[in-house]
């Protein structure tokens, strides 16, 4: 596996904290749950090309939230 490309993200503080939180329920850090976010979006948006089953999220997102939703009736 080719290794990470590194850069600087200037994020908004609340929407940061929002992501801190959101990241610690899923049990990742801030860094891999954006990295998870991004991929999902480019994965769902068609843009990920022949890479899409190679590095496709083993749940969606869909999936997460109807076991919330489950959870809650």
């Not at 080719?2 to 994020?11: D, E, Q, V």
């Not at 749950?33 to 590095?55: C, F, K, P, T, V």
């Amino acid at each position: 596996m080719a290794g990470k490309k590194s850069f600087l993200l200037r994020i908004n503080p609340k929407l940061y904290d929002v992501m801190e939180k959101w990241a610690a329920d899923e049990l990742r850090s801030v860094n891999g749950h954006i990295e998870y976010l991004l991929r999902d979006a480019a994965l769902h948006s068609g843009r990920m090309g022949s890479q899409a089953r190679d590095s496709a999220p083993e749940i969606t997102v869909e999936e997460v939230a109807a076991d919330g939703n489950a959870e809650k009736d």
